[in-house]
């Protein structure tokens, strides 16, 4: 033998595309210092319209959660963009 093995029967049949999580998951550390970075300054937009600063510490606190849909958001896209040059 080759040494490759042989599929699984249980396996479903994939077509080689990668799924919208795992790009999501790929994706989630840039989306989540991008989502901090606009935080940070929309928060100094802010801090000159009179409301308070959004520190930086408070930006990158708050862009774990917000990260996730970006990075969402940011893998569906990439999805599309991947499908469409397929096609």
Known sequence: MSGTR????????????????????????????TVAINLFLAGLIAHALGFGAVTPVAALIWCVPLGVPASWLAGRWVRRLMDEADG
């Open 6 to 33: 042989s599929p699984s029967r249980k396996a479903p049949a994939t077509d080689g595309r990668w799924p919208v999580w795992k790009l999501a998951i790929l994706l989630y550390p840039a989306t989540a210092l």
